[in-house]
């Protein structure tokens, strides 16, 4: 007798362990569920439909006019990305060259740093434009550069950041 009583514990240790992972599952299904693919939601509608007026899209400005609203102080700031490579002050070298007067300077000729030639033909010298267009991206401006750097993707950082090289070129 206390075989068959022993296999009944047994069998309802297993059913009950068993249905408690079929309820577990079942509810953590409800919870987390995962639309099927090519199952979308539904985009928000605005209430008022038709009849609410799209707000004004902002215009583009245009890059000199980012370049014009650049500040100095909060380039200082922004720069704080860049001073493990280069400094601003002449003639010294890191990783990257020195940054020293850069706008309006002719590209790779610092003496002193070995460059890696993907600058060769991108520009022919470090206006703000070009400056703008090579901080958003340095590996998309110059395929195969050596700067690991990723890029400032915010316009207002790149342009405060060139506002304060030229800052400290004075």
């Known amino acids: 007798m206390s075989d068959t009583l022993a296999f009944t514990k ?6 009950g362990a068993l249905l408690i992972f079929v309820v577990v599952n079942m509810a953590a299904k409800g919870l987390y569920r995962m639309p099927a693919p ?7 509608v605005a209430p008022g439909g038709e ?12 890059v000199e006019e980012i370049l014009a609203s650049g500040d100095a102080d909060a380039g200082a ?13 002449p003639g010294v070298n890191l990783t990257g060259p020195t940054l020293y007067q850069v706008v309006g300077r002719a590209v790779g000729v610092v003496e002193g740093f070995g460059y890696s030639g993907a600058l060769d033909g991108t520009t022919e ?4 434009e070009a400056l703008f267009a090579y901080l958003e991206n340095p590996r998309g401006f110059a ?3 050596t700067m690991t750097f990723a ?3 915010k316009a207002q950082d790149r342009a405060d950041v060139i506002a304060y090289l030229r800052s400290q070129a004075q």
Do not use: I, M, N
């Open 143 to 145: 395929p195969g550069t």
């Open 10 to 15: 047994v069998f309802a240790a297993l059913s």
């Open 51 to 62: 009849e609410a007026e799209a707000a004004p899209a902002e215009p583009e400005r245009t």
């Open 38 to 44: 090519g199952e979308g939601a539904q985009a928000y």
């Open 125 to 128: 010298a470090w206006t703000p």
């Open 77 to 89: 700031r922004v720069f704080k990305k860049c001073q493990a490579c280069h400094k601003v002050d």
């Open 151 to 153: 890029g400032l993707p």
